[in-house]
C-alpha cells in the first residue's frame, strides 16, 4: 500500500486558485498511474485528471485549460494546480494511485485513495 495524504483545500473566490498536494509517504511512484478525483455531494466520483506512470497526462473537459497535474516520483508527491475556478469546481477532492503506466480517469483503475480535502468556489 502506498498512504496518500491530500493537503490545500479551502475556500476560495470564483476566478481564484488553488494548489493541492498529495505526498505518498516513504515510497517512489516511478510504476504507479496518478490522478485527482472530485466528489461533489449528491454525484458520482469524476476523474479531474491523471498522470501515467511514463508521464502522459490526460485531462476530462471540465478542467481542460484551467487545470495542470504534476508529479514528483523522486519526492513520490505529485500536485493538482487549479486557476480560474468555478462554483462548480467544488467538492471533496482525491488523490489516487494504481501500478501501471496508462493513465486513467476511471475511479474503479485505482485501488489506493487518500482520504480527501474540501474545496470551495463561491461565486
Known amino acids: 500500500q502506498v498512504p496518500l495524504v491530500e493537503s490545500g483545500g479551502g475556500s476560495v473566490q470564483a476566478g481564484g486558485s488553488l494548489r493541492l498536494p498529495c505526498a505518498a509517504s516513504g515510497y517512489v511512484l516511478n510504476y504507479y498511474c496518478l490522478a485527482w478525483f472530485r466528489q461533489a455531494p449528491g454525484k458520482e466520483r469524476e476523474g479531474i485528471a491523471s498522470?501515467?506512470?511514463?508521464?502522459?497526462?490526460v485531462y476530462a473537459e471540465s478542467g481542460k485549460g484551467r487545470v495542470i497535474v504534476s508529479r514528483d516520483n523522486v519526492k513520490g508527491s505529485m500536485a493538482l494546480q487549479m486557476d480560474n475556478l468555478k462554483p462548480e469546481d467544488s467538492g471533496v477532492y482525491y488523490c489516487a494511485a494504481a501500478p501501471g503506466w496508462v493513465p486513467s480517469l476511471r475511479p474503479r483503475d485505482y485501488s489506493i485513495w487518500g482520504q480527501g480535502t474540501q474545496v470551495t468556489v463561491s461565486s
Open positions: 498522470t501515467g506512470g511514463d508521464g502522459s497526462t
